[in-house]
T-cell receptor
Framework: KAGVTQTPRYLIKTRGQQVTLSCSPI?????VSWYQQTPGQGLQFLFE???????NKGNFPGRFSGRQFSNSRSEMNVSTLELGDSALYLC?????????????FGPGTRLTVT | GENVEQHPSTLSVQEGDSAVIKCTYS??????FPWYKQELGKRPQLIID?????GEKKDQRIAVTLNKTAKHFSLHITETQPEDSAVYFC???????????????FGQGTILTVHP
């Protein structure tokens, strides 16, 4: 099976702009989780989507939002970008069903805010 | 919410030695504990995981132990090789209340360097 893919891989934006990142999960996986990775804060959970519904949410401001489509692909959006939003954004997919546990990560999108 | 502490932050060993990384968690409801390896510029890769109904799990040179009473779990790597050099992250998750394991809380990571 093909792994988790993310687009774009690199992005440079200006403060105040907005950005949309995309994640395609492993075929058959219905859960997509998003994480922000920075040197200072490490890996932090943003949110999880399952069957087009947000199932879990982390402690990020409302500028961070996401959605999931019927084919399980997911997007996350960050509005009014701040310098501190510069990070590697990782998504992870899992089957999402009871009794399943493993999450598999995509390569990430490196976002730089200037 | 859950808090995961990971130690040490850096670990340097000679090839062939063993390496041990320890994590503690705060939420007694956590019942799934994966470990990820992240090489420079690469995605985190799941290397081993353990559920709360077992105390130890082994896969070739790596093993994980869990002490639910003390709320800590450890990664053990034996016969280390230079290709084991990477950042290792522990994590914890809970499906309490019927929620999923989709929310992982990570430790801060351990930079492991294996010297030839």
């Amino acid at each position: 099976k093909a792994g988790v893919t993310q687009t774009p891989r690199y992005l440079i934006k200006t403060r105040g702009q907005q950005v949309t990142l995309s994640c395609s999960p492993i075929s058959g996986h219905r859960s997509v989780s998003w994480y922000q990775q920075t040197p200072g804060q490490g890996l932090q959970f943003l949110f999880e989507y399952f069957s087009e519904t947000q199932r879990n949410k982390g402690n990020f401001p409302g500028r961070f939002s996401g959605r999931q489509f019927s084919n399980s692909r997911s997007e996350m959006n960050v509005s009014t970008l701040e310098l501190g939003d510069s990070a590697l954004y990782l998504c992870a997919s899992s089957p999402g069903l009871a009794g399943t546990y493993e999450q598999y990560f995509g390569p990430g999108t490196r976002l730089t805010v200037t | 919410g859950e808090n995961v502490e990971q130690h040490p932050s850096t670990l340097s060993v000679q090839e062939g030695d063993s390496a041990v990384i320890k994590c503690t968690y705060s939420d007694s409801a956590s019942n799934y504990f994966p470990w990820y390896k992240q090489e420079l510029g690469k995605r985190p890769q799941l290397i081993i995981d353990i559920r709360s109904n077992v105390g130890e799990k082994k896969d070739q040179r790596i093993a994980v132990t869990l002490n639910k009473t003390a709320k800590h779990f450890s990664l053990h790597i034996t016969e280390t090789q230079p290709e084991d050099s990477a950042v290792y992250f522990c994590a914890a998750a809970s499906n309490a209340g019927g929620t999923s394991y989709g929310k992982l809380t990570f430790g801060q990571g351990t930079i492991l360097t294996v010297h030839p």
